[in-house]
């Protein structure tokens, strides 16, 4: 028998590791079958365990005593019924092709990347993005803007009521001063704090540079997402004296 004497089915063929669209002859074997799908499942087709579904109806298993003779025009193969292939082997011995960590890659070395007139950094040259924007600001001014942002974000102006970040924290204070303190390392602007309780390190002055007023360790400064803004209450050392009267 022709395996072509038939007219073709859409089917969807699912495995563990495909799903897609198939023609199948109904003149096929199961055997036929089986070697068809192979290149396909990436299964063996001695390990195929071949079940039918139509629609909602339960799985109908496509097997056979002789399955080189026996045709799928047995079964009830219709349009876009559902073939699942199993793999009987044991689980060490399968093929994990979702796996790439093992399957070797090119990689481009960096200085032929960067000769390459049709790749996205050369399109960044031409339209002079990013870091090749000569106005472009450098890392360290993004940071002191990205820093400066933060304080207008968080309404953090000279003369505000702040606390101080995290709330385990738990000192208060206003705000004394924004902006640059280049006597302090690190890059961004910070904010000085006359704090409530003199629990702080220094009195407004930097190395011998005023910022701000307040007296002997009741100034400090801190970055800006360490200040939450707010009507919070002057603390008094004397509170907790005074419920406990």
Known sequence: MSLQSAADVPLLISSPNSSSERRISPSWSIAHL???????TGVPASS????????SQDAVPITALDEEQTRLAQFSLQPYAEITVVDTRPPAARTDFSDLSAVDKYVMPSAEYETRTDSVLAWKKAQKLGRF??????????KIIASQREIEERGLTVGSRV????????RRGI????GLVPEIPGIGAWVGVTLDEPTGKNDGSVKG??????GNNCGVFVRPERC???DFPVLNEFDEDLEEL
């Not at 089986?34 to 396909?40: A, F, G, Q, T, V």
């Not at 606390?163 to 738990?170: G, N, Q, V």
């Not at 540079?209 to 307040?214: A, D, H, N, P, V």
């Open 48 to 55: 195929q365990q071949l079940s039918l579904r139509v629609g």
């Open 34 to 40: 089986k070697s068809r799908l192979e290149p396909i």
């Open 163 to 170: 606390r101080l970040l995290p709330e385990s924290d738990a």
């Open 209 to 214: 540079k005023r910022y701000f007023e307040c």
């Open 228 to 230: 939450e803004a707010g």
């Open 133 to 142: 924007d000569p106005n472009a600001p450098s890392i360290e001014q993004q």
């Open 175 to 178: 705000v004394g001063y924004t």
